[in-house]
């Protein structure tokens, strides 16, 4: 009698790893590749990983974190990655030079870049640049960018020196002196502030007119023509995330920090509060979170075209789509 108990238990185990095993089979595996290491922009995506949304929707995400735009392009569109993040114009050059590139998202309508320095050391503008060193990564796309903001506001793109940084040794580099200048997104505005005070010189790159689409979400386009439907997921549920996250953000920071070590939680809220600003624009308020307006992807080629240049040039309409997008899910007005 024993033995016969004993081995119901034994059938039943054996079931559940059976369905287990085939549920586990049934989720298709997707991998996402960050521009940088996860910070607040991204809580989004971790808080809906939390969720189980990916997984309820049969996606087994796996989330990489990036060292740039450009690599994070350029392995998306030579599919070592499925999806990335990027900002646009690097996009734009990496699809130039035969990156198999679609936007599907855009995080940032607003350019998040901004150049930092002190007062103290002689410098009230980018004109007091020439001459100086900037410090940032060498994938970073302000260093990409630099000489369509250097024509803008008229100098010489080679007038300055780049210094390679990691992103967390920017702040310390600038207080050192070990360069003039730091190139950063403007989530991190205040931190810099509560470091530096009333010495703090900031300049935002879309008040000298370079306001460029930023961080985009891109999928490989072969993925995408061979998936569609899971792309299309995939979409809906990281537009519904970056919604819910808009609207309350406690969850998602717990997500977020739940799943990457040494954040700091203040930190990340007051650079949510600056992302939100970035995200917002007529299209994200009027169309869709996270749409696309075709004139401006096509100024944003058209300046890199007759700044940077691009190898192969094509036509910009192609490089997007606001298809995947809920016209429903809009962003909040302010």
Not at 38 to 46: E, K, L, N, S, V
Not at 229 to 234: D, I, N, S
Not at 310 to 330: E, G, H, M, Q, S
Request: positive net charge.
């Amino acid at each position: 009698m024993r033995k016969r108990l004993s081995a119901v238990p034994a059938v039943l185990f054996a079931g559940v790893l059976a369905t287990a095993g085939s549920a586990a089979s049934a989720a298709d595996s997707m991998n996402l590749m960050l521009n940088w290491t996860p910070t607040a922009d991204h809580a989004p995506i971790y808080y809906a990983k939390a969720k189980g949304w990916y997984s309820e929707a049969g996606i087994d995400l796996t989330i990489e974190a990036g060292k740039g735009s450009a690599l994070s392009a350029q392995r998306v569109g030579s599919n070592g990655a499925n999806l990335g993040i990027a900002d646009l114009p690097t996009a734009i050059q990496a699809v130039g030079k035969g990156a198999d590139l679609k936007a599907v998202m855009v995080i940032y309508a607003n350019s998040p870049q901004g150049f930092y320095w002190l007062k103290s050391s002689g410098i009230n503008g980018p004109k007091d640049f020439v001459g100086r060193k900037i410090g940032n990564p060498p994938g970073d796309a302000a260093r990409l960018m630099w000489p369509a903001f250097a024509k803008k506001v008229g100098i010489e793109a080679n007038a300055v020196s780049f210094v390679n940084l990691s992103p967390q040794a920017k702040v310390g580099a600038l207080k050192s002196k070990s360069v003039d200048i730091i190139s950063d997104f403007y989530n991190e505005h205040d931190l810099k502030v509560r470091e530096f005070g009333s010495d703090l010189g900031f300049l935002a790159w879309r008040s000298v007119g370079v306001n460029v689409y930023g961080n985009s979400l891109f999928v490989n386009g072969a993925y995408l023509a061979a998936n569609p439907e899971r792309v299309k997921k995939f979409v809906a549920i990281t537009q519904r995330a970056y919604d819910a996250c808009v609207k309350v953000f406690a969850p998602c920071l717990d997500a977020l920090t739940a799943s990457v070590s040494g954040l700091s939680p203040d930190n990340q809220r007051d650079q949510w509060e600056r992302i939100k600003q970035l995200m917002r624009d007529d299209t994200t308020t009027q169309v869709a979170l996270g749409a696309f307006d075709g004139a401006r992807v096509k100024a944003d080629y058209g300046l890199v075209q007759s700044l940077i240049g691009i190898d192969k040039p094509f036509d910009p309409a192609t490089l997007f789509t606001n298809d995947y997008l809920d016209k429903n899910v809009r962003m909040t007005a302010k």
